[in-house]
């Protein structure tokens, strides 16, 4: 059996910024006229999963950077609080992903994540990405990333236990369900490859669009 995901990442900052929409209220709501960077209060990075069989969203908030290392981090703790006692006894897992951001085609370091994701859990992992321009038709987008939009649209993003307040109340008639949470740890940018670990990746790449369809085995 294959479980289905979309993952998508999108960075952004949290303050007593303007949120387009609207929403009624007793009383007005001041916030910022502007809303650069230097006035937020910190860093909200969403790494959105979805499962595509069960209609249900997991989102993982993370504090520091857009780093394949959180976005392994979120779908290794997806797995663990939801994926594999919804799907026991499976050993396949299928991620359809973007084509760029911290999950991108050509990132080393994403696969390298993902290698020692499959190892821990001997875990035959399969990503196919969207190519470079699709990621418009990306089911997350419309049934997960556009509803969390709509919850909170109109309501200034102040905190972090707002953010996943909007994220968790997200659902719709259809069954959509969304869990959120925070992860406080600081990834750091830049890291680089060693040849030592581009040969530990144990990656098949498919015959069809080789760059985007690829599969890695655990080395168990």
């Known amino acids: 059996m294959r479980i289905c995901r979309a993952a ?20 007005r709501q001041d916030v910022l006229e502007n809303d650069h960077p ?12 979805y499962d595509v069989a069960r209609n249900h969203g997991f989102v993982v908030v993370g504090i520091s950077h857009q780093t394949s290392a959180f976005a392994v981090k979120a779908i290794r703790r997806w797995w663990l609080m939801m994926g594999r006692s919804q799907y026991p006894n499976q050993n396949e897992l ?29 875990l035959i992992i399969t990503v196919t990405h969207l190519p470079t321009g699709a990621s ?9 990333l556009s509803q969390i939009s709509a919850n909170w649209e109109g309501e200034p993003l102040i905190d972090y236990e707002t953010v996943l307040n909007f994220i968790r109340t997200t659902q719709t008639d259809t069954g959509l369900r ?6 406080n740890a600081v990834y750091p940018t830049g ?18 669009l080789p760059k985007w369809n690829y599969t890695i085995l655990p080395h168990s």
């Open 8 to 27: 998508k990442t999108s960075a952004g900052t949290w303050g007593n910024f303007k949120n387009k929409g609207r929403t009624w209220r007793k009383a």
């Open 94 to 122: 299928l991620i359809e992903a973007d084509c760029g951001g911290a999950n991108a085609s050509d990132s080393g370091v994403w696969k390298w994540e993902l290698q020692q994701f499959a190892n821990e859990f001997n």
């Open 191 to 208: 890291l680089k490859m060693s040849i030592q670990q581009q040969n530990q990746i144990h990656l098949k790449p498919h015959h069809v």
């Open 136 to 144: 418009k038709w990306n089911s997350i987008e419309h049934r997960l």
């Open 178 to 183: 969304c869990r959120g949470l925070l992860d």
């Open 38 to 49: 230097s006035d937020a209060d910190g860093v909200a990075i969403p790494y959105g999963i």
